[in-house]
């Protein structure tokens, strides 16, 4: 058990559709990162939030938003849902310090099917 | 553009015998690297890791190995066991920066111990 939770585990919905993702990061970890696996692909890297701000994005499409909540818990908004948006969106979390060596641990991921 | 590359998809040995997963990287600013273990469906867990400073780290069967001149990094797993079956990442991390920690990975290698 890594200490990061996600909810839900397992989501179908439909296209058009809008979601939410919800992540609670190890304890006193400050730094929320959102990835997305889709079938047969590597991690790739959508955003990192920093004890309530944005620090970085990566590969994120409009379409898709997040924030991170006083109380470290972080949402991830998937909205206007397309089929290719299926795929594992994981959460993880570090420190957050900005020296590299924080190992960050993942969730164990929300499983997104859109049909 | 990848930055970080595992240019084998996939690697099988036999039980009791050495796996070498392999990885290239090309942004000199990456300063920690590390290694990270996924089984289908679940998030990726943290395997062991090593600073740039050094040029290797181990910890039990598992021993990582960097050649920075070269921008290259292996995985030895001594002996490898039928439970080490899975997709292994490689991810690496910049330095001092402004972006927190944030993990750039590989595509991934499929170990199949076979017993």
């Known amino acids: 058990d890594s200490g990061v939770t996600q909810t839900p585990k397992h989501l179908i919905t439909a296209t058009g559709q809008r979601v939410t993702l919800r992540c609670s990061p190890r304890?006193?970890?400050?730094?929320v990162y959102w990835y997305q696996q889709s079938l047969d692909q590597g991690l790739q890297f959508l955003i990192h939030?920093?004890?309530?701000?944005?620090?970085a994005k990566g590969n994120i499409l409009e379409r898709f938003s997040a924030q991170q909540f006083p109380d470290l818990h972080s949402e991830l908004n998937l909205s206007s849902l397309e089929l290719g948006d299926s795929a594992l969106y994981f959460c993880?979390?570090?420190?957050?310090?900005?020296?590299?060596?924080?190992?960050?641990?993942f969730g164990e991921g929300s499983w997104l099917t859109v049909v | 553009d990848q930055q970080v590359k595992q240019n084998s998809p996939s690697l099988s040995v036999q039980e009791g015998r050495i796996s070498i997963l392999n990885c290239d990287y090309t942004n000199s600013m990456f300063d920690y690297f590390l290694w990270y273990k996924k089984y289908p469906a679940e998030g990726p867990t943290f395997l062991i890791s090593?600073?740039?400073?050094?040029d290797k780290n181990e910890d039990g069967r598992f021993t990582v190995f960097l050649n920075k001149s070269a921008k290259h990094l292996s995985l030895h797993i001594v002996p490898s066991q039928p439970g080490d079956s899975a997709v292994y990442f490689c991810?690496?991390?910049?330095?001092?920066?402004?972006?927190?920690?944030?993990?750039?990975f590989g595509g991934g290698t499929r170990l199949m111990v076979k017993p």
């Open positions: 939030y920093y004890n309530g701000e944005e620090r």
């Open positions: 993880a979390s570090s420190p957050g310090s900005n020296r590299a060596g924080n190992t960050i641990y």
């Open positions: 991810a690496a991390q910049p330095g001092l920066n402004n972006a927190g920690n944030m993990l750039t």
């Open positions: 304890s006193g970890d400050l730094s």
């Open positions: 090593i600073s740039s400073i050094k």
